[in-house]
């Protein structure tokens, strides 16, 4: 029984359904509340530093908290990205079950929290959690077609696989507080698809190496000629034979198999 079988049979029955569903929810309603001035949002937002203070909530509330975003097409983005985000959510909780999804989200949310403390000035955003379930998502579900820009059709591999390049430029170039987060991110990616990965990259390497026996077989010829080295695939129009009074399987071009000496097996071969 693996670990998260064993996890899953202690811990099981304190997984949260729809738990995507809940996360939404509270972002949309920090969302409007933060649109009409009804909640201090500078109050939800996370950095170690408050949390030392007594401002205990904060690695719970940031989860909540998301950026105001700039005219209608913002908006809309805004709405499509919680849309996606439940959709892929509750995709991942059906093919992995609820307790494993809660725990990816946990582990994610938990690395995020700690390692924040190595930087306790730096302010946390959700970014790279929430961007964690989609990497998870599209490794998944690889081919799933997304309308880029609501109109052009692209695989979401290749979306994550931007994602991922755009995560690496950020990491070099960010400042530590932004490269612990995307390290959380990266981290709980690999606990839960290292293995996948590993076991994906041995099988592409044996099959790698199936093809290239196959393709080095098909490029050896069958039959060589013993007196002159014409083959099979220089002169495919030739019929080769064996001769039947020569010693071990010795093939012959039709101008040689009635005009050649006859290979006579060693002392050695004939006490064998």
């Known amino acids: 029984m693996s670990l998260l079988d064993r996890l899953e049979r202690i811990f099981g029955r304190f997984a949260v359904p729809n738990l995507a569903l809940y996360l939404v929810i509270g972002q949309v309603f920090v969302f409007v509340s933060r649109m009409f001035g009804l909640l201090p949002v500078e109050k939800l937002m996370y950095a170690p530093v ?10 719970l509330t940031f989860m909540f908290v998301i950026p105001l975003p700039q005219g209608l ?12 985000f439940y959709m892929m959510s509750s995709a991942m909780e059906s093919y992995w079950g609820v307790f494993r999804f809660n725990l990816f989200l946990f ?16 302010p946390v955003t959700n970014l790279y959690i929430l961007g964690a379930v989609f990497l998870a998502y599209a490794f998944i579900n690889p081919d799933f077609e ?9 695989k979401i591999k290749w979306i994550a696989l931007f994602t991922w390049a755009l995560y690496g430029v950020n990491f070099f170039l960010g400042s530590w507080g932004l490269r612990l987060q995307i390290a959380a991110a990266a981290i709980t990616f690999l606990l839960f698809f290292g293995s996948t990965m590993l076991r994906g990259a041995r099988q592409s390497q044996r099959q790698s ?6 393709a080095r077989e098909q490029v050896q010829p069958r039959h060589v000629c013993y007196v002159c080295g014409k083959t099979d695939l220089s002169h495919p129009d030739l019929d080769f034979r064996y001769c039947s009074k020569c010693a071990g399987d010795q093939c012959y071009c039709p101008e040689h198999i009635h005009n050649h000496a006859h290979v006579v097996a060693s002392e050695d071969q004939a006490g064998h």
């Open 209 to 214: 190496a199936a093809r290239t026996e196959r």
């Open 107 to 122: 582990t994610n949310w938990l690395l995020t929290a700690a390692l924040a403390f190595v930087t306790p000035y730096t």
């Open 73 to 84: 097409f913002g908006y809309v983005f805004t709405a499509f990205g919680w849309y996606l």
């Open 146 to 154: 997304l309308l880029l820009f609501f109109v052009l059709p692209l």
């Open 50 to 59: 408050l949390v030392l203070q007594g401002e205990w909530w904060r690695p």
